[in-house]
């Protein structure tokens, strides 16, 4: 099978990145350090090639009431131009079929961007659902559209070092929204726990912003310290600590689900039908070994499994997120079945660390 490639393939390739298969995808791993990137991150800034995620764009009249209808999340938070939500869209069981962010540009036009793993079947659910409650909408697949993300403490002044068009943007934008620059959607929105920003531009624009960051000093990082820079910051991964049999409340993400107001949504009734009898938590091992996806978490309440796992390299320690029975409390001690021995955890609120600094 061929593998999709993004706009920046061949930059990837010239840095020396180490490509791997990331499904379906020829994705940098790293470009030699692993390790190196996380703290470059934690520490700096960092660019990261987000190219494989789908931008989604809602056009039509009725589309805020559709996507009322279509997300946990309630998009009437949304009532100012730029502004994001996060969210998760569900289906009938209360299963979540993506997790994704939600860009408000007007009252007849939503941004969407969805995970790449579950790109197509999204957008098949979305004109499933549209056919029957909202028809008129159309619903596009901006595959001319590249992503890069900017990430770090030193985010916003490198990208003004790069661009120094977008030096009053990057000053005055505040979290979770949005702005349109020209040709470029500038976010400031991440997947780390650090300040930064990710933009929407075209294919045929990518390498030029890519070259133009990294001679501004933000260094290139691959999908390995993404991944510890978002456990870190207790960010779920699709596949991981969700999925289309798993609910959001026993996934951590009750805060994105709105059950208060009188607002029907797909989930809500099996949602409110089913009360959560697992939660997710943060483990901190206690014990020397390391915490790994779909190890069994064993407590006085019952069995519990990692959903997320890996070392920690900003705490020097083994961290998880695992999904266990709701009447484990937080300080509790639990123990993890790692090669066949019963090693100590502590139960922990995540996220484990933010803006640069530990928090367990």
Not at 2 to 26: C, E, I, S, Y
Not at 301 to 306: A, K
Not at 318 to 327: D, E, K, N, Q
Request: glycine share 8%; proline share 4%.
């Amino acid at each position: 099978m061929t593998l999709q490639t993004t706009p920046l393939n061949a930059a990837h390739r010239a840095m020396g990145a180490k490509m791997v298969d990331f499904g379906g995808w020829d994705m940098p791993l790293h470009y030699g350090s692993q390790l190196e990137e996380h703290n470059q991150v934690r520490t700096d800034a960092g660019m990261f090639d987000v190219s494989h995620m789908r931008v989604v764009d809602m056009e039509g009249d009725g589309v805020r009431d559709f996507l009322r209808y279509l997300l946990a999340n309630n998009v009437d938070k949304l009532q100012s131009s730029g502004r994001a939500l996060y969210s998760c869209m569900l289906n009938p069981a209360g299963g979540v079929i993506d997790d994704l962010i939600v860009y408000f540009i007007n009252e007849k036009m939503f941004r969407i961007v969805v995970n790449a793993g579950t790109a197509d079947n999204d957008i098949a659910w979305m004109k499933e659902q549209a056919a029957v409650h909202a028809p008129k909408l159309a619903i596009k697949s901006r595959t001319d559209l590249a992503m890069i993300a900017i990430q770090g403490p030193q985010a916003a002044a490198k990208l003004w070092q790069a661009m120094p068009g977008l030096q009053n943007l990057a000053e005055s934008l505040k979290p979770f929204t949005a702005v349109n620059m020209g040709t470029m959607f500038v976010a400031r929105t991440g997947y780390t726990g650090e300040d930064g920003f990710e933009i929407m531009l075209p294919n045929q624009a990518a390498a030029f912003f890519w070259e133009a960051l990294s001679k501004a000093g933000v260094k290139p990082i691959g999908l390995g310290a993404r991944d510890t820079l978002r456990l870190e910051a207790g960010m779920n991964l699709y596949g991981h600590d969700m999925d289309d049999t798993i609910s959001p409340l026993e996934a951590g993400l009750a805060w994105t689900v709105d059950l208060k107001s009188e607002r029907d949504f797909i989930g809500k009734a099996a949602l409110l039908a089913h009360p959560p009898t697992r939660k997710l938590v943060g483990l901190v091992l206690q014990d020397r070994g390391v915490l790994r996806d779909h190890q069994v978490v064993k407590s006085s309440h019952g069995d519990g499994e990692i959903t997320s796992g890996s070392f920690s390299p900003s705490l020097n320690l083994s961290i998880a997120l695992a999904r266990i029975p709701a009447a484990v409390q937080i300080g509790d001690t639990v123990q993890v079945s790692v090669r066949d021995k019963l090693l100590n955890a502590k139960v922990v609120k995540y996220p484990f660390v933010r803006n640069g600094k530990g928090l367990v």
